[in-house]
């Protein structure tokens, strides 16, 4: 399994502005949207590790470029990258494009935390076992 994904967003009329271009909070759900299929197509479903170990991954750091508006109806990719495995946290990076024209970019930070103590915890061995076998 490599660990990279690729998620196709079309984007609808909800995600637009009154400029009719793509509110820039809305990057933020096509990215966390990107990357919890990330995790479950590596065997990582969020709602299993959240009702079956009471764990979850949530952002804890996000650097975020806006590089061209997209538009109503595009049709565009995100691409996620895992780059790095910590102890308690993943380092994710993220591109959305639409063949070699590149809308936003942004480096994720996400903690695995203790759902009932609201504590970070150590992302369990057979978590990172999933990712640790390629890394790009």
Known sequence: ????????IRIYYEDTDA?????????L???ERARIEFLREKGASQNELIQQ????????????????PARLDDLLSVETTLVEVKNASLVFTQKLTK??????????????VKIT?????AIPQEIKTLFKSERP
Request: aromatic letters at 16%; a positive charge.
């Open 53 to 68: 170990q009471d764990i979850a991954f949530v952002v804890k750091q996000m650097e975020i470029d806006f590089h061209y």
């Open 99 to 112: 063949g070699d024209r590149l809308y936003c970019s942004a480096k994720v930070s996400v903690a695995c």
């Open 29 to 31: 759900h096509f990215f």
């Open 117 to 121: 103590l609201m504590k970070p915890t």
């Open 1 to 8: 399994m490599k660990n990279i994904s690729i998620f196709p």
């Open 19 to 27: 400029g009719g271009v793509v509110y820039h909070a809305r990057y």
